[in-house]
């Protein structure tokens, strides 16, 4: 019945707000080295390193997120991060984004929206910006509208492994469409599943967060080369109220969403390879797998026939002078034409990343049929191909 899964939804939110809001008093408190899960073996540019680094310490150490989700180009940009907690990643942004741009953070959490105001005043002085250029806003993803988010607002909509927590997926999305402006983009991680989640993990109560005593422990256990740019294994002890396997998101089932509210073909930018290691929950999962993915997806204008191109970048991009790692596909070198389909023509067209390539547009049309199996934005094989070596599995508690 509609209204056993409106209650159902209800609960979920309660309890990740309960966690979230009241029980943890900073990130030490997961006893989790989530932040290095999605981290880069490379070093993020200096510019988000140099913002990271001027976020007050108090916003750091409540910082419950799990790695670092900073697209490139986002000067002058007005920026949505949903989820925001503790508004560390805001207020880095808040610096990227410069003095002409603009951030707001959403969250549903009313302790962690007042606590991330407490210093908008300090990074505006710390920023040497004449008036703030950021704000907190308590609400809810699924209902961005209700939280005064307008439609056609946002360049570049943000989120960092929360939309896994939420049982509507396909109405954050279609939140994250209808507030994009044309040519916006939503870049988003999440946690996702080898197939669809039996209803038996969908409607099981820890694995949706209901219990209220459990902790998890996330440790980073590869080894970083310079020629693996992601790590392709997170090991988890599912066993934090809240952590989202019973919600993840078969990796197909994304594509098909994002079609569905109008987005164009999700982009995989990296991957990471989930182990669970306590027992009772690995015996849950039975076969399904589970890997974290980043992913981008467009907003791009209803066009009936698409053309390939030629593109050729300029080397413009800051922190990003000889290459332009777009997505786990797309590797475009300064001075270097590559060949691409019509729908990344249409991207580097209609994105904030137009003035950054020249793009000369061919009369062959691209084939939709071509990419119907979609292996390329499957998180398993891209974490396959990226390969690590486990060692160990080393737990703390406190």
């Known amino acids: 019945?509609?209204?056993?899964?409106?209650?159902?939804?209800?609960?979920?939110?309660?309890?990740?707000?309960?966690?979230?809001?009241?029980?943890?008093?900073?990130?030490?408190?997961?006893?989790?080295?989530?932040?290095?899960?999605?981290?880069?073996?490379?070093?993020?540019?200096?510019?988000?390193?140099?913002?990271?680094?001027?976020?007050?310490?108090?916003?750091?150490?409540?910082?419950?997120?799990?790695?670092?989700s900073f697209p490139a180009k986002l000067e002058g940009c007005r920026v949505l991060d949903l989820g925001s907690g503790s508004g560390r990643d805001c207020y880095a942004f808040s610096k990227l984004v410069g003095p002409d741009g603009h951030v707001t953070g959403v969250d549903m959490t009313e302790e962690l929206i007042t606590a991330s105001r407490q210093y908008i005043e300090y990074h505006q002085k710390k920023f040497d910006y004449e008036k703030p250029n950021i704000e907190f806003v308590q609400g809810y993803m699924e209902k961005l509208g209700d939280a005064g988010i307008r439609s056609d607002s946002v360049d570049v909509v943000l989120s960092n492994c929360v939309i896994c927590l939420c049982p509507d997926k396909r109405a954050v999305l279609q939140q994250a469409y209808n507030v994009l402006k044309e040519g916006g983009e939503l870049y988003f991680s999440d946690m996702y599943a080898s197939k669809v989640v039996p209803d038996h993990m969908r409607d099981d109560p820890v694995l949706w967060g209901k219990t209220t005593n459990l902790k998890v422990i996330v440790k980073e256990l590869i080894r970083c080369t310079a020629d693996r740019p992601y790590p392709s294994v997170c090991l988890f002890d599912f066993s934090r109220p809240g952590e989202g396997m019973g919600g993840s998101l078969f990796w197909k089932d994304l594509i098909s969403l994002a079609h569905s509210v109008g987005f164009g073909t999700p982009h995989l930018v990296s991957a990471s390879h989930i182990e669970i290691y306590n027992s009772e929950l690995k015996e849950k999962a039975g076969d399904v797998s589970f890997a974290s993915g980043t992913y981008r997806l467009f907003k791009l204008p209803k066009s009936p026939a698409v053309s390939e191109a030629t593109v050729t970048y300029k080397g413009t991009v800051g922190d990003f002078p000889d290459q332009l790692d777009f997505d786990s596909s797309h590797c475009f070198k300064k001075d270097v034409a590559v060949a691409v389909n019509g729908e990344m023509a249409a991207i580097l067209q209609r994105s904030r990343f137009s003035p950054d390539f020249k793009i000369q547009v061919s009369d062959q049309q691209s084939d939709s049929e071509a990419t119907t199996q979609y292996c390329h934005l499957n998180p398993f094989l891209l974490a396959d191909k990226l390969g690590s070596s486990v060692k160990q599995c080393s737990k703390t508690s406190k």
Request: aromatic share 6%; glycine share 6%; with cysteine.
């Open 1 to 68: 019945m509609l209204s056993d899964v409106m209650a159902s939804c209800d609960d979920v939110r309660e309890n990740v707000k309960k966690y979230y809001g009241s029980r943890l008093e900073s990130s030490g408190d997961l006893q989790t080295s989530a932040a290095s899960c999605s981290l880069p073996c490379r070093p993020p540019p200096r510019s988000v390193m140099d913002a990271l680094s001027l976020v007050h310490p108090e916003v750091t150490k409540k910082f419950f997120g799990c790695g670092l």
